[in-house]
Protein backbone atom coordinates (compact mmCIF):
# COMPACT_ATOMS: atom_id res chain seq x y z
CA UNK A 1 0.00 0.00 0.00
CA UNK A 2 1.44 3.75 -1.32
CA UNK A 3 1.32 6.45 0.83
CA UNK A 4 -1.42 7.81 0.63
CA UNK A 5 -3.39 4.67 -0.15
CA UNK A 6 -7.08 3.88 1.30
CA UNK A 7 -7.16 0.36 -0.44
CA UNK A 8 -3.41 -1.21 -2.24
CA UNK A 9 -3.31 -2.97 -5.18
CA UNK A 10 -3.86 -6.90 -5.00
CA UNK A 11 -5.58 -6.81 -0.96
CA UNK A 12 -7.30 -9.47 -1.22
CA UNK A 13 -9.44 -11.71 -3.61
CA UNK A 14 -12.44 -9.88 -3.02
CA UNK A 15 -10.70 -6.30 -4.43
CA UNK A 16 -10.10 -7.25 -8.30
CA UNK A 17 -12.36 -6.24 -10.39
CA UNK A 18 -14.69 -5.43 -7.08
CA UNK A 19 -16.90 -2.20 -7.15
CA UNK A 20 -15.34 0.47 -4.61
CA UNK A 21 -18.35 1.79 -2.57
CA UNK A 22 -18.41 4.39 0.44
CA UNK A 23 -20.97 4.70 2.89
CA UNK A 24 -22.44 6.94 4.89
CA UNK A 25 -25.49 8.05 7.03
CA UNK A 26 -27.09 11.61 7.32
CA UNK A 27 -30.34 12.47 8.99
CA UNK A 28 -32.99 15.49 7.75
CA UNK A 29 -35.38 17.19 10.04
CA UNK A 30 -38.25 19.22 9.15
CA UNK A 31 -36.20 22.26 10.01
CA UNK A 32 -35.46 24.23 6.48
CA UNK A 33 -31.85 24.04 5.52
CA UNK A 34 -31.22 27.56 4.86
CA UNK A 35 -29.43 28.78 1.44
CA UNK A 36 -28.66 31.96 -0.26
CA UNK A 37 -31.83 33.20 -2.73
CA UNK A 38 -33.96 36.22 -3.81
CA UNK A 39 -35.64 38.44 -2.81
CA UNK A 40 -36.64 42.00 -3.25
CA UNK A 41 -34.42 44.78 -2.45
CA UNK A 42 -34.39 45.26 1.11
CA UNK A 43 -36.79 42.55 2.32
CA UNK A 44 -35.03 40.20 4.38
CA UNK A 45 -36.11 36.31 3.00
CA UNK A 46 -38.61 34.33 5.91
CA UNK A 47 -39.55 31.00 5.61
CA UNK A 48 -42.43 30.04 7.91
CA UNK A 49 -42.44 26.31 9.46
CA UNK A 50 -44.32 24.38 11.64
CA UNK A 51 -42.25 24.30 15.00
CA UNK A 52 -43.77 21.67 16.98
CA UNK A 53 -42.32 18.68 15.03
CA UNK A 54 -39.50 16.85 15.97
CA UNK A 55 -39.78 14.04 13.43
CA UNK A 56 -36.46 12.79 11.71
CA UNK A 57 -34.91 11.07 8.73
CA UNK A 58 -32.13 8.72 8.79
CA UNK A 59 -30.77 8.05 5.05
CA UNK A 60 -27.93 5.89 4.37
CA UNK A 61 -26.19 6.24 0.87
CA UNK A 62 -23.59 4.57 -0.71
CA UNK A 63 -21.43 5.92 -3.65
CA UNK A 64 -20.04 2.86 -5.85
CA UNK A 65 -17.70 3.43 -8.97
CA UNK A 66 -15.53 1.07 -11.08
CA UNK A 67 -13.59 1.36 -13.50
CA UNK A 68 -15.22 1.82 -17.35
CA UNK A 69 -18.74 1.48 -15.34
CA UNK A 70 -21.06 4.62 -14.61
CA UNK A 71 -21.46 5.62 -11.39
CA UNK A 72 -23.94 4.36 -9.09
CA UNK A 73 -25.90 6.17 -6.32
CA UNK A 74 -27.77 3.31 -3.82
CA UNK A 75 -29.63 4.31 -0.89
CA UNK A 76 -32.42 3.38 2.06
CA UNK A 77 -34.08 5.46 4.74
CA UNK A 78 -35.45 4.99 7.92
CA UNK A 79 -37.89 6.96 10.32
CA UNK A 80 -37.34 7.52 13.78
CA UNK A 81 -40.51 5.48 15.14
CA UNK A 82 -38.84 2.20 15.12
CA UNK A 83 -40.75 -0.72 16.85
CA UNK A 84 -37.63 -1.40 18.62
CA UNK A 85 -37.04 2.39 19.98
CA UNK A 86 -34.13 3.15 17.93
CA UNK A 87 -33.15 5.85 16.38
CA UNK A 88 -31.83 5.45 12.73
CA UNK A 89 -30.42 2.51 11.05
CA UNK A 90 -29.07 -0.59 12.79
CA UNK A 91 -26.80 -2.89 11.90
CA UNK A 92 -29.07 -4.88 10.16
CA UNK A 93 -30.13 -1.88 7.60
CA UNK A 94 -26.82 -1.48 6.59
CA UNK A 95 -26.24 -5.35 6.56
CA UNK A 96 -29.42 -5.22 4.31
CA UNK A 97 -28.72 -2.23 2.52
CA UNK A 98 -25.42 -3.44 1.33
CA UNK A 99 -27.22 -7.22 0.17
CA UNK A 100 -28.66 -5.31 -2.54
CA UNK A 101 -26.25 -3.06 -3.02
CA UNK A 102 -24.25 -6.22 -3.94
CA UNK A 103 -27.49 -7.40 -6.22
CA UNK A 104 -27.63 -4.48 -8.01
CA UNK A 105 -23.77 -4.14 -9.11
CA UNK A 106 -23.69 -7.70 -9.54
CA UNK A 107 -19.77 -8.35 -8.21
CA UNK A 108 -17.80 -7.98 -5.32
CA UNK A 109 -17.39 -4.83 -3.64
CA UNK A 110 -14.63 -3.04 -0.89
CA UNK A 111 -16.39 -0.94 1.17
CA UNK A 112 -15.07 2.06 2.15
CA UNK A 113 -16.48 3.77 5.51
CA UNK A 114 -15.98 5.45 8.89
CA UNK A 115 -15.33 3.91 12.32
CA UNK A 116 -18.41 5.18 14.00
CA UNK A 117 -19.44 2.15 16.59
CA UNK A 118 -22.24 0.51 14.32
CA UNK A 119 -19.89 0.06 11.91
CA UNK A 120 -17.64 -1.84 14.35
CA UNK A 121 -19.92 -3.53 16.49
CA UNK A 122 -19.54 -6.97 16.82
CA UNK A 123 -22.63 -8.50 14.55
CA UNK A 124 -21.73 -6.28 11.85
CA UNK A 125 -18.13 -7.16 11.94
CA UNK A 126 -18.95 -10.96 12.17
CA UNK A 127 -21.61 -10.49 8.60
CA UNK A 128 -18.84 -8.99 7.19
CA UNK A 129 -16.41 -11.93 8.14
CA UNK A 130 -18.86 -14.12 6.57
CA UNK A 131 -19.55 -12.71 2.87
CA UNK A 132 -16.57 -13.43 0.76
CA UNK A 133 -17.69 -10.70 -1.39
CA UNK A 134 -17.52 -8.01 0.59
CA UNK A 135 -13.81 -6.24 1.96
CA UNK A 136 -14.14 -3.03 4.22
CA UNK A 137 -11.65 -0.63 4.90
CA UNK A 138 -12.17 2.46 7.66
CA UNK A 139 -11.68 6.16 7.04
CA UNK A 140 -8.86 7.74 8.70
CA UNK A 141 -10.73 9.62 11.88
CA UNK A 142 -12.28 13.02 11.42
CA UNK A 143 -11.90 12.78 7.31
CA UNK A 144 -15.23 13.42 5.93
CA UNK A 145 -13.30 15.26 3.29
CA UNK A 146 -12.66 11.86 1.65
CA UNK A 147 -16.41 10.23 1.93
CA UNK A 148 -17.71 11.25 -1.54
CA UNK A 149 -21.35 10.41 -0.05
CA UNK A 150 -20.87 13.73 2.15
CA UNK A 151 -20.60 15.81 -1.37
CA UNK A 152 -24.03 14.14 -1.86
CA UNK A 153 -25.70 15.65 1.65
CA UNK A 154 -24.00 18.93 0.76
CA UNK A 155 -25.41 18.91 -2.55
CA UNK A 156 -28.87 18.14 -1.47
CA UNK A 157 -28.98 20.44 1.37
CA UNK A 158 -27.84 23.36 -1.02
CA UNK A 159 -30.30 22.71 -3.90
CA UNK A 160 -33.04 20.05 -3.77
CA UNK A 161 -34.20 20.49 -0.25
CA UNK A 162 -32.74 24.53 0.49
CA UNK A 163 -35.20 26.62 1.75
CA UNK A 164 -37.93 24.33 1.70
CA UNK A 165 -41.08 24.64 4.52
CA UNK A 166 -42.01 20.97 5.39
CA UNK A 167 -46.04 21.08 5.44
CA UNK A 168 -45.21 17.47 7.36
CA UNK A 169 -42.92 14.22 7.96
CA UNK A 170 -44.33 13.11 4.90
CA UNK A 171 -43.55 15.67 2.57
CA UNK A 172 -40.00 15.76 4.01
CA UNK A 173 -39.69 12.15 3.29
CA UNK A 174 -41.17 12.74 -0.28
CA UNK A 175 -38.45 15.38 -1.24
CA UNK A 176 -35.80 13.99 0.23
CA UNK A 177 -36.55 10.65 -1.77
CA UNK A 178 -37.38 12.53 -4.94
CA UNK A 179 -33.87 14.38 -4.77
CA UNK A 180 -31.80 11.59 -4.17
CA UNK A 181 -33.56 9.44 -7.15
CA UNK A 182 -32.73 12.95 -9.17
CA UNK A 183 -28.98 12.28 -8.45
CA UNK A 184 -29.23 8.66 -9.51
CA UNK A 185 -29.63 9.35 -13.01
CA UNK A 186 -27.16 12.42 -12.89
CA UNK A 187 -23.92 10.16 -12.91
CA UNK A 188 -21.85 13.61 -13.09
CA UNK A 189 -22.79 15.19 -9.68
CA UNK A 190 -21.87 11.47 -8.61
CA UNK A 191 -18.39 11.30 -10.40
CA UNK A 192 -18.10 15.10 -9.56
CA UNK A 193 -18.37 13.81 -5.84
CA UNK A 194 -15.45 11.67 -5.95
CA UNK A 195 -13.36 14.59 -7.62
CA UNK A 196 -14.31 16.50 -4.64
CA UNK A 197 -12.26 14.26 -2.52
CA UNK A 198 -9.14 14.52 -4.24
CA UNK A 199 -9.16 10.60 -4.61
CA UNK A 200 -8.74 9.08 -7.96
CA UNK A 201 -10.42 5.60 -8.70
CA UNK A 202 -8.33 2.81 -10.71
CA UNK A 203 -8.13 -1.16 -11.20
CA UNK A 204 -7.56 -1.77 -7.94
CA UNK A 205 -7.02 0.91 -5.61
CA UNK A 206 -7.54 4.01 -4.43
CA UNK A 207 -4.99 6.72 -4.40
CA UNK A 208 -4.90 10.38 -3.19
Same mark, same amino acid.
Given at each position: ????? =? &? ?53 ? =? ?7 ? *??? &? ?24 ? #? ?10 ? &? ?12 ? #?? @?? /???? =????? =? *??? /? ?7 ? @? ?13 ? #? ?7 ? &? ?9 ? *? ?6 ? @????? /? ?8
Amino acid at each position: MGEGD =L &VGRGTTAAALGAWTVFADEAGFSMTPHTARTWSRRGVTPVIRVNGGSRRHLSVAA =LCCYKPGER *PRL &VFRHTGDRRADGRKGFSWKDLRDLLT #AAHTQLGGPIVL &VWDNVGLHLSRAMR #AW @IT /ARDW =LTVFQ =L *PAY /APDLNPVEG @IWSSLRRTSLANIAF #ADYTHLVTA &VRRALRQIQYR *PTIITGCL @IGTGL /AIGPGDITH
